[in-house]
Structure formats: structure tokens, C-alpha cells
């Protein structure tokens, strides 16, 4: 089993920064890939950014590229999410995300955190 706790979330302006962080426990290798999703209101779960504790390698969705950046730190478990110049779309439900790897940044999560809100003002 793993476990994902989030955190980091909250309300700022239009053009601000968040950092999102999220502590991973249980199983190592149920959660070689870690990622972020979000949901805004009366959408669908959508990818954000996802990163590999095997080979550091990275993925973001065209929107947020240039401005979050997915890091961890495997002394704490942690993956974070830093949103630089952030947007009113950006506003959503961020969630963590764990994986195997089996099917690679874009592969199937098994494991879910609670969900962390972020809202953006214009």
C-alpha cells in the first residue's frame, strides 16, 4: 500500500506562486513515478506534471509548461509542485498521484491522495 498526503494548497492572486508537496509512504516500488493531476469545477481529472524516482526523468502538460516545475526530494519522500505565474484556470483540485511504472509517465495511477484546492483570483 502507499499513502499520499498532500499539502500546500490556498488562495492567491493572479500572477502569484504556490508549492504544492506531497509525502509519499509504504511500498517503494508501488510508486516509482509520482504526479499531479487537477480537477476544476465540472471538469474532468486532467495530467499536470509527473516525475520518475528511477531516472529523474519529467512530463508537463503544454499549459503549465514554463511555469511549474515537478521536483522531489528522496530523503523526505516528497515530490513537489511548484506554480510560478499562475493563472484563474489554474484554479482546481490538485491531486498526487503514485504509479509503478509499468505504462511510464502516462500510465495508470493506482494511488490517490486527498485532493489539495487551489484558487487563483483574477
Known amino acids: 500500500q502507499v499513502q499520499l498526503v498532500e499539502s500546500g494548497g490556498g488562495l492567491v492572486q493572479a500572477g502569484g506562486s504556490l508549492r504544492l508537496s506531497c509525502a509519499a509512504s509504504?511500498?517503494?516500488?508501488?510508486?516509482?513515478?509520482m504526479g499531479w493531476f487537477r480537477q476544476a469545477p465540472g471538469k474532468e481529472r486532467a495530467f499536470v506534471a509527473a516525475?520518475?524516482?528511477?531516472?529523474?526523468?519529467?512530463l508537463y502538460t503544454d499549459s503549465v509548461k514554463g511555469r511549474f516545475t515537478i521536483s522531489r526530494d528522496n530523503t523526505k519522500n516528497t515530490v513537489y509542485l511548484q506554480m510560478n505565474s499562475l493563472k484563474p484556470e489554474d484554479t482546481a483540485v490538485y491531486y498526487c498521484?503514485?504509479?509503478?511504472?509499468?505504462?511510464?509517465?502516462?500510465?495508470?495511477?493506482?494511488?490517490w491522495g486527498q485532493g489539495t484546492q487551489v484558487t487563483v483570483s483574477s
Open positions: 516525475t520518475s524516482w528511477v531516472d529523474a526523468s519529467t
Open positions: 498521484a503514485a504509479s509503478t511504472g509499468s505504462g511510464g509517465l502516462l500510465g495508470t495511477y493506482e494511488y
Open positions: 509504504g511500498r517503494a516500488l508501488s510508486r516509482n513515478i
